[in-house]
């Protein structure tokens, strides 16, 4: 129960010296402590009523946290998630234990600008820049899962499977490679990441029964990679 963490927490507060009540205005934690006011929402679990509730308590609080009982999966990339929403948001997170009631402070109540964040995930901002410009059709619909992407290394090993099919079905890496254009084929053949491939001997490949599947099911992608400017 959300009650079950009104003690511990208030109990905290008052050791810092703030003045504390219940249900203030709705608000289930409330206190102040030299002209400086704070807002607790106590939650089962963090999700998005929770951060509804704690955002518009940001009207009428200095700061703003949100009370639950320490979850199992503080570590995971879900959690982590919604705390880096409490940092954009600025609002707080005090977690209480079960067993021993030990209040601890998982996320202050400071607004961390967008910019920190961008500067700290450089390389994913980079990788995603990349594989955007990297596909040549854009043929992928958003919000659909289950489906295979359209990915820029598809492409490329779909040109290479193309070439390889228009030499006969069989050839060697350096007449494929001239074939296809593709700077990396030696590596999209030696990885053959779909199975499209079947090594034939040193530095020789031919097209299995999925590459040819492949050319069937990926012809509109290889007509749009074809199109002239491509």
């Not at 409330?30 to 998005?48: P, W």
Request: aromatic share 8%; glycine share 8%; charged share 30%.
């Amino acid at each position: 129960m959300e009650k079950d963490l009104f003690g511990p927490i208030k109990a905290y507060f008052e050791k810092l010296g703030y003045i504390c009540d219940g249900e203030v205005k709705d608000i289930d934690l409330y206190m102040e402590k030299d002209g400086t006011s704070i807002a607790v929402e106590l939650k089962l679990s963090l999700d998005f009523k929770a951060l509804q509730q704690a955002a518009l308590r940001q009207k009428v609080a200095d700061s703003v946290y949100i009370g639950i009982f320490c979850p199992k999966d503080m570590r995971s990339h879900s959690f982590t998630d919604k705390l880096y929403l409490l940092k954009r948001l600025g609002i707080g997170l005090i977690t209480v234990t079960k067993r021993t009631k030990t209040v601890s402070v998982a996320n202050e109540p400071v607004v961390c600008e967008l910019s920190t964040f961008q500067a700290r995930n450089k390389r994913q901002k980079a990788a995603v820049e990349k594989e955007f410009h990297k596909r040549k059709t854009k043929l992928n619909t958003g919000g659909v899962s289950g489906t295979k992407l359209i990915t820029g290394y598809r492409e490329d090993a779909l040109v290479v499977l193309d070439a390889l099919c228009s030499l006969g079905g069989e050839s060697d890496t350096r007449t494929i490679h001239a074939a296809s254009g593709i700077e990396k084929t030696a590596a999209i053949l030696r990885a053959n990441y779909y199975r499209w491939f079947e090594k034939k001997g040193s530095g020789r490949y031919c097209i299995s029964d999925a590459g040819y599947a492949a050319l069937e099911e990926f012809e509109p992608v290889l007509k749009a990679l074809m199109r002239p400017g491509k």
